[in-house]
């Protein structure tokens, strides 16, 4: 199975920024899709940003040029850049990662614990 270990989230102004880390974890990790979803309260789940092994990312529409995601294939991690952002971007933030291992090859979805975002007015 694969874990996945996130970092970055917390409090922020309005206008400020944030990075967030996402590091996918197992026996030797095989990741080919990965990146960020986010949740706000009584909202449905929405995408972020999410690229796959040797393509170009895929932003959510609300993103407009703001949020940058990268990823380190060497680490298995993916990066979040958050920047100008605004009260509604204000969320719990979860890394996604689609992967399989040598123990359990099968390719599968997988979810981290998620890290909250606030941003205030």
Known sequence: QVQLVESGGGLVQDGGSLRLNCRASGSSVSVRTMGWYRQAPGKQRELVATSASGGSPN????????????????????????????????????????????LYPTYEDYWGQGTRVTVSS
């Open 59 to 102: 932003y959510g529409d609300f993103v407009k040029g703001r949020f940058t995601t990268s990823r380190d294939n060497a680490k298995n991690t993916v990066y979040l850049q958050m920047n100008s952002l605004k009260p509604e971007d204000t969320a719990v933030y979860y890394c996604y990662a689609r992967a399989s291992t040598i």
